[in-house]
């Protein structure tokens, strides 16, 4: 997640610059073919202003849609953090010797409490480790120019910022040695470390360290975050449909091909000797046209591990130290810290 003001021009100009070269480079050949009359023919400017309408409709469409996939991955999150939360307060409030007919010690109840509350923490981060696996859509799995682009911004601008954090993150800090090596090889572990947690409910309900009334709460809980976990797999495993995705970029591409034919001619007409006017003018509107494509393209996936994403380390940490607060821990990692204006 970008947490800066703006994106400098700087920035800007960085990641647009391969699209800034080949529109320059498009508009000034025209450009000279129309100057030394090597092409004299001239596209109505209607036309072609009724498809740049339709492009900038249509394209306006998807980066709607690509937003409400990233706006719902957020709440989802938001969802996740509150049920932690509670997740927390009832392990430490529901689990006593109330209802226990053989009564456990404060040390034996302090354990039980950590061992649920250090399994739900892993279960954050093996989440959030599944989420971040490319799917075939998304712009690390392409090959050429847009894989190696994407490889480059996911190191230097997203999850290749995390360094050393990553090390704070694994499941064998969080799960006892037996269970970790038997659950890290299921094809889905956070599906399975909840299914663990309602286990370890029901033996505590044979134990009586619970009744049936927290028995039912907490499982109700458990039930939410495969809720919340199942959402979140919705939208990394079912992309934007591809129609919607791919087709505005031909649309795009069309415009931009028709637009100097219908332009520059104009420009150059009523520029008088200042013909090179019409070069940065056209490659403006196309880059223009680019960008609401690129915005698009890259927002429409918010688990792919770049600067766009949903900021999953950063919530992940804040649930595990409210949650090791509750146990009374005061030895904690710290808040993960932005780098380079991005929250990961």
Known sequence: MLITKGISLGKLLKWTAPHIIWLTLLMTGITLLYHYQIISFKIPWLPVSVIGTAVAFYVGFKNNQAYDRMWEARKIWGGIINDSRSWGMMVDGFITNLFAKDKASNSELHSIKQRLIYRHIAWLYAHRSQLLIPTPWEHASQDGHTGRTAKYYQEKFGVGLLGDEVTRTELDLFLPKDEYERLINYKNTATQIINEQSRDLRALR????????????????LKTFYTLQGKNERIKKFPLPRQYANISRYFVA??????????????????????????????????????????????????????????????????????REMLGETELPPAVAAKNGVLM
Not at 267 to 295: C, Q
């Open 206 to 221: 044979e134990q009586g360290l619970i009744e049936d009334f927290r028995h039912m709460e907490l499982a109700k809980l």
């Open 254 to 323: 069309i415009f931009i091909m028709l637009l100097p034919f219908s332009m520059i001619p104009e420009l150059m007409t009523a520029s008088g000797g200042l013909f090179w006017l019409s070069i940065p003018i056209t490659a403006l509107i196309g880059w223009v046209y680019v960008m609401m494509e690129i915005v698009g393209d890259y927002t429409e996936n918010p688990f792919q591990g770049m600067a766009n994403d949903i900021p999953m380390l950063s919530l992940c940490r804040v649930i595990e130290i409210d949650l």
